[in-house]
């Protein structure tokens, strides 16, 4: 039912400092057919799309198209092969209108070098006709919902003629309706032979509209087979198939009152109706796919973004967090996925760094931070948690991974929280370290702290939590103690396989 | 669906201009009321041929904004072409057609020399143009040495480029005029002027659609080099009197009307039509307030005053309209 391989990849390795992305994976796109590429966070989708786009080049490894052999030197290199590549993020020109935005760069050109407007906003809206939508093609982008956008990245490929299609999570942002017509559209190209590639996490909509399937896990290949060979249940299990090793020392907690109580916490657009309840010694892990709303959840708990509905409670306490000032007060901590962007400032000693949240209970007079106690404050914690490094003055920016993450710990310890979010605690740091900062969270519950724990790795949440809340697309998709917790059932739920 | 809203920005940003001709308006009613002199053609004359230099300068500047960038040393760049030009021709060096075009040529280099250390030196520009600010200014103190350039030594020839007229209009309007067009037409009816913007609307995006970024932006202060040559040559034609201190703190005015008429700071938004606007508005006000005999030191608070009026009214309707289309969003 497919035609003859149009583009093909062998053999593709990549790596980022030190991690591999991808280790020798193979992937044929046939014409006229929609390939699916399916996996959870970090199996390496992204990395694939990227290399396919131009963007990053593969360390080893060859790809073939029609035959030929090819290399891509940039985005334009690829554009100009006829391979398309949609993001999941929109990559618009906000100031400019949808007609400018399908052509940019390519603008048609009349006589004296002038860009023949007229044609580009006809083709423009000929393109969007073709697509079933309706857009003012003079109207800039800015003005434009996520949806409405995407589809202008649509019309952009079809204005590419593109044989290469490459769809990376392009329906994370649209309504049924949306995805309906996206899916007509791609059924329309495959019906011209284009090669699409269709990156999803969706799976009841890649059972609807793909014809093979490719899984990949932690880099790797694992299958490739038609569709009709494959249920969605042995899709998950071909994802997580993964060893529990027994990384993850979890101590026995005995969970005492609640400690943070989320009811019906709803940010319009991102998470709806979130509910669950932390108690004090007790891990929640909160898992789910990336784009689910883990980390929204997160921050409008600690007060960054801002809910529109729902209710939290901290120690039995109403909190209203409009700043993460609100949230410390409180009693919460957050430890950002982030380290490098929002959790550390590299270039403060580790002391700096720890004593900054509670810059106002070590000053003194006039606001004069007192030093010693500063340095008194880190050094406990540097302790406590085993910060390798030569003294706690050496700057942050020299320290590895695992102990700058350490230091983002102790930096949120020193303001003594009764709740302590962690966003991807171990994300790039080596293993030893994770064992690490798992015997410290894990000691931090023992010691009656309330652990709310975001991670994509199954192995880390199953290990670690005491119960597990699933999202799907924002909303709570499973709740699960730590006995009906399997990566299976996690999976399940996070694909949306799940009734909840 | 969304059409609306979208049409609701697209009609703020020709609101922008016009809110600028209601001011320019509310400005000439005000003080013709007040100083009736102001209406007369001598002054209004004088008004735009001093606005004009700006301008012309402006419209490199716009250039420049339009790609994220800004080109901070544009007084020098003119002051050192003024100066170099006047004294080629006072020398004898070379003749006035000749002293023109090297005076251009000039400005050009200057302006790539800018190009050069922001796309290739990877230095921010508004550290790059800070330092050729001073640069270029020690040039010029350099080569004049302490001496000046005044309207004995210079060719007739040459101070009467700027006095003379062409259909009646004198020719450093004239060359405003068509200077202000012919960015215009690039900017808004070319595929490099597109790239201009799409460079400072997105400039991930641009590059992921292989726009030539880094070309285009050394183009863009070469460009506004070579209209700040430009400007020199008729700076020194204009007044005849040219030493190193000759347009000092000239960059400020010219930011300030490439701000006021509407350019985003950030890029990717603007027209060389809002720029020349906003040129005319602050050189009336200037103008104005010597006609009511009001200090310098009223000038230059009442143009900040301006400047953060029009900067503050794009801040509040940009930002309104951004929380109207995120309620909207969050309907759906």
Redesign the interface.
């Known amino acids: 039912m497919t035609g003859p391989a149009l583009l093909e990849l062998r053999g593709i390795s990549k790596r980022f400092a030190g991690v591999r992305a991808l280790r020798e994976v193979d992937l044929d796109l046939a014409e006229g057919a929609v390939h699916a590429l399916v996996g959870e966070n970090g199996a390496g989708k992204s990395t694939l799309v990227k290399i396919l786009a131009g963007v990053h080049h593969p360390d080893e490894g060859e790809i073939r198209l029609a035959g030929a052999p090819l290399v891509l030197a940039g985005p334009a290199a690829a554009r100009d092969r006829g391979i398309a590549v949609m993001h999941q993020q929109p990559n618009l020109f906000p100031d400019l209108d949808v007609a400018e935005n399908v052509f940019a760069g390519r603008l048609p050109i009349a006589r004296f070098g002038r860009v023949d407007w007229r044609r580009a906003r006809s083709a423009a809206a000929g393109l969007l006709a073709r697509l079933g939508v309706s857009l003012d093609v003079a109207a800039p982008v800015r003005g434009l919902s996520v949806a409405d956008q995407q589809l202008v990245e649509v019309a952009k490929a079809l204005s590419l003629d593109a044989r290469v299609l490459v769809m990376d999570e392009p329906t994370a942002a649209l309504s049924g309706r949306e995805v309906d017509r996206l899916f007509a559209t791609v059924r329309q190209l495959r019906e011209h032979g284009v090669a699409v590639l269709f990156v999803n996490h969706r799976l009841e909509e890649v059972f609807a509209l793909a014809d093979r399937v490719t899984v990949l896990r932690d880099g790797r290949h694992v299958i490739t087979a038609p569709i009709a060979e494959l249920t969605p249940a042995e899709t998950i299990r071909h994802m997580v198939g993964r060893q529990l090793d027994s990384l993850y020392p979890k101590q026995d907690a005995r969970p005492g009152e609640p400690a943070l109580e989320v009811a019906g916490l709803t940010r319009a657009g991102v998470f709806r109706d979130v509910s669950f309840t932390v108690r004090r010694g007790e891990i929640v892990a909160l898992a789910g796919l990336v784009g689910a709303g883990r980390t929204e959840v997160a921050r409008a708990l600690f007060g960054i973004d801002r809910a529109d509905a729902g209710e939290v409670r901290v120690g039995g306490r109403p909190v209203h967090a409009a700043s993460p000032g609100d949230a410390m007060r409180a009693g919460l901590a957050y430890v950002p996925e982030d380290r490098h962007d929002q959790g550390l400032v590299l270039d403060f000693s580790i002391a700096a760094n720890v004593s900054l949240p509670v810059l106002a209970r070590l000053s003194r007079l006039l606001g004069v931070v007192d030093r010693g106690g500063e340095r008194a404050l880190a050094g406990g914690y540097a302790e406590r948690l085993q910060i390798r490094a030569t003294g706690v003055d050496q700057p942050a920016a020299g320290l590895s991974g695992g102990n700058q993450q350490k230091v983002v710990i102790a930096k949120w310890l020193a303001t003594r929280p009764a709740v302590l979010i962690l966003d991807e605690p171990t994300r790039g740091i080596d293993i030893g370290a994770k064992a690490e900062v798992h015997r410290i969270v894990s000691g931090l519950a023992a010691e009656g702290m309330a652990i709310l724990l975001i991670s994509s790795e199954l192995p880390e949440v199953l290990g670690m939590a005491d119960r597990v809340i699933v999202l799907h697309e924002g909303r709570v998709a499973a709740s699960l103690t730590r006995e009906e917790a399997t990566q299976e059932e996690i999976m399940t739920a996070a694909t949306g396989q799940r009734g909840a | 669906?969304?059409?609306a809203?979208?049409?609701?920005?697209?009609v703020a940003?020709r609101l922008r201009e016009l809110g600028i001709l209601v001011a320019l308006g509310l400005v000439v009613l005000a003080v013709t009321l007040l100083s009736p002199s102001f209406l007369h053609l001598d002054n209004l004359g004088q008004v735009l041929l001093s606005v004009s230099l700006v301008a012309i300068a402006a419209a490199g500047q716009t250039i420049v904004v339009l790609t994220r960038n800004v080109d901070l040393s544009v007084g020098s760049m003119v002051g050192l072409v003024a100066f170099v030009t006047g004294d080629l021709l006072k020398q004898h060096a070379l003749g006035v057609p000749e002293a023109v075009l090297a005076g251009c040529v000039l400005g050009l280099g200057l302006g790539a020399v800018n190009g050069a250390i922001v796309t290739i030196g990877r230095v921010p520009a508004i550290v790059a143009t800070l330092g050729t600010l001073n640069v270029y200014r020690g040039l010029d103190f350099f080569v004049a040495g302490g001496k000046e350039v005044s309207a004995y030594d210079l060719p007739r020839a040459y101070l009467g480029i700027a006095t003379s007229a062409v259909a009646g209009i004198p020719v450093l309007i004239v060359a405003a005029a068509v200077i202000a067009a012919a960015v215009a037409f690039v900017l808004?009816?070319?595929?490099p002027g597109?790239?201009l913007?799409?460079i400072?609307?997105?400039p991930?995006?641009?590059?992921?659609?292989?726009?030539p970024s880094q070309r285009l932006v050394f183009a863009a202060f070469a460009a506004s080099g070579l209209l700040c040559g430009v400007a020199g040559v008729l700076w020194g034609s204009r007044f005849g009197t040219v030493n190193a201190f000759a347009a000092s703190g000239l960059e400020l005015e010219v930011i300030a009307a490439v701000v006021v008429g509407g350019v985003?700071i950030f890029g990717?938004?603007g027209t060389v039509f809002g720029a020349m606007l906003g040129a005319l508005l602050l050189g009336t006000i200037d103008n104005a307030l010597t006609l009511l005999r009001l200090s310098q030191f009223w000038l230059q608070a009442i143009d900040g005053v301006v400047i953060l009026l029009a900067v503050g009214a794009d801040a509040t309707i940009r930002g309104s309209?951004q929380r109207a289309?995120r309620a909207?969003?969050?309907?759906?």
Not at chain 2, 5 to 10: D, E, G, H, S, V
Not at chain 2, 188 to 191: D, E, F, I, L, V
Not at chain 2, 328 to 332: I, K, M, N
């Open positions: 669906m969304t059409g809203p979208a049409r609701a920005l697209a940003a808004r009816s070319t595929r597109r790239a913007y799409a400072g609307s997105n991930a995006a641009a590059d992921a659609v292989g726009i985003n990717g938004s309209l289309l909207r969003s969050g309907r759906r």
